[in-house]
T-cell receptor
Framework: SQKIEQNSEALNIQEGKTATLTCNYT??????LQWYRQDPGRGPVFLLL?????KEKRKERLKVTFDTTLKQSLFHITASQPADSATYLC?????????????FGKGTKLSVKP | GAGVSQSPSNKVTEKGKDVELRCDPI?????LYWYRQSLGQGLEFLIY????????KSGLPSDRFSAERTGGSVSTLTIQRTQQEDSAVYLC?????????????FGPGTRLTVT
């Protein structure tokens, strides 16, 4: 069956450290993978998109990798801050690049302690 | 500029009643999505509209759920004969086009509670 899993429900780290979140999938062949941030009581906010032919994408303190062989994406936040505390969702394109909905993971709740 | 708006923000209804949830997407966005998020769960896809094409209704959990999009803009999600298991946050999103190389912009959601 098709699955998308974010390995940790919760991740607690110290301010200044690098947070690494994992997203694994099975039985999909996504052309794109996206990461979103969701704060309590709010809708998700887009952070980064990475294509299947891209190994790595960066934006400020954020870095995403995409390994289509391992069927895994890693999301890194360097020099983490308490303001980075939120739930992070990975979402993949379930249609191999054709039009259609995103498939979302359940999210990882990140807590950055000062 | 204006983002995606949803109304109402909260809705409490009695089991068996019908409810309508509204979504106003970003102007010019041709794709519109409805998702449902239950406590501790991920986003569950419900329905997807792209331009003038027939909607993808494959995520609707039962025939009590329906949605329409008028004039390629505003969308209404209707739940008939609500059940307690329908309680969730209903999120609407829009994107410039339907390909998943476009980011989705989400509204704040409607929290539905069925008593």
């Amino acid at each position: 069956s098709q699955k998308i899993e974010q390995n940790s429900e919760a991740l607690n780290i110290q301010e200044g450290k690098t947070a690494t979140l994992t997203c694994n999938y099975t039985n999909y062949s996504p052309a794109y993978l996206q990461w979103y941030r969701q704060d309590p009581g709010r809708g998700p906010v887009f952070l980064l998109l990475i294509r299947e032919n891209e190994k790595e994408k960066r934006k400020e303190r954020l870095k995403v990798t995409f390994d289509t062989t391992l069927k895994q994406s890693l999301f890194h936040i360097t020099a983490s801050q308490p303001a980075d505390s939120a739930t992070y969702l990975c979402a993949l394109d379930g249609y191999g690049g054709s039009q259609g909905n995103l498939i979302f993971g359940k999210g990882t709740k990140l807590s950055v302690k000062p | 500029g204006a983002g995606v708006s949803q109304s109402p923000s909260n809705k409490v209804t009695e089991k068996g009643k019908d409810v309508e949830l509204r979504c106003d997407p970003i102007s010019g966005h041709t794709a519109l999505y409805w998702y449902r998020q239950s406590l501790g769960q991920g986003l569950e896809f419900l329905i997807y509209f792209q331009g003038n094409s027939a909607p993808d209704k494959s995520g609707l959990p039962s025939d009590r759920f329906s949605a329409e999009r008028t004039g390629g803009s505003v969308s209404t999600l209707t739940i008939q004969r609500t059940q307690q298991e329908d309680s969730a946050v209903y999120l609407c999103a829009s994107s410039l086009d339907g390909g998943n190389y476009y980011e989705q912009y989400f509204g704040p959601g409607t929290r539905l509670t069925v008593t």
